[in-house]
């Protein structure tokens, strides 16, 4: 089964930290990255550009709104995601927790929907 795994940080605590750190915590991606991948896990990954990228289009009586920013104002925001293939709910879990921002934010875990063929 598919799994989205998404995470959500403090973009401001995130970012924070020495370079050291940073350096650190990108290493930690690349190792856990590269044993999702070896492990035949990993579908899909990439992080996402800060929310003062983000736009928001909505449709409502049939024009377009759009706003710029990310949809509701949290402490959290999404940052990223990895897309992964896991035998159940437990093992996409497991893969979850080592996430290395599940350590100061949260990881989402949510199965996709498969629709019948159209």
Do not use: C, W
Request: aromatic residues 6%; without cysteine.
């Amino acid at each position: 089964m598919q799994y989205m795994l998404l995470i959500y940080e403090n973009e401001v605590e995130a970012g924070g930290g020495s370079p050291e750190e940073v350096a650190a915590m990108f290493d930690e991606y690349r190792a856990f990255t590269r044993s999702l991948r070896e492990s035949g896990k990993l579908l899909a990954t990439d992080p996402l550009q800060p929310t003062t990228m983000a736009t928001t289009v909505r449709v409502r009586d049939g024009k377009q709104l759009v706003t710029d920013g990310p949809f509701a104002e949290t402490h959290e925001h999404l940052g990223g995601y990895y897309l992964i293939e896991a035998d159940d709910l437990d093992e996409a879990r497991s893969i979850a927790a080592r996430v290395p921002s599940a350590r100061r934010g949260s990881i989402e875990v949510r199965p996709l929907m498969r629709l019948p063929p159209t």
